[in-house]
């Protein structure tokens, strides 16, 4: 299941909330990319929350842009979850098919290259 993670493994070693404590000029300076990083903290966070969540009910949260449109459907609004604008719907790895484990690998890939 850990292998499903879509949560980066040290978003929460980059938490930006105490900069403006710290460093109150810093952040008045450079007061948008502050925001940026807080409002991307506080998505891995949400995600984070509900990918526990899904990991102890037997899920995998899969992003809905990997999913086709009619698959999607048939899931329903029960076993989706909203962070932010993005749409996740909880999956058992058995009902992945292959081209989505692998579209799930690649964006895993893809989530844990990029920074916070």
């Known amino acids: 299941m850990n292998d499903f993670s879509i949560v980066p493994p040290d978003f929460r070693d980059r938490d ?8 109150p000029d ?3 300076n450079n007061f948008v990319k502050y925001v940026k990083s807080v409002q991307k903290f506080s998505f891995y966070n949400s995600l984070n929350m509900f990918e526990e969540f899904a990991h ?6 899969f992003p809905a842009q990997l999913m086709h449109w009619r698959r999607r ?3 329903g609004q ?5 962070v932010g604008r993005k749409s996740f719907y ?5 009902e992945l098919t292959e081209a989505e ?3 799930l690998l690649d964006y ?3 989530v844990r290259s990029v920074t916070i």
């Open 16 to 23: 930006p909330r105490s900069y403006a404590y710290q460093y």
């Open 26 to 28: 810093d952040v008045r």
């Open 56 to 61: 102890a009910n037997g899920f995998v949260l």
């Open 73 to 75: 459907e048939g899931f």
């Open 78 to 82: 029960k076993r989706r979850a909203r």
């Open 90 to 94: 909880m999956v058992r790895t058995y």
């Open 101 to 103: 484990k692998e579209k």
């Open 108 to 110: 895993i890939k893809e």
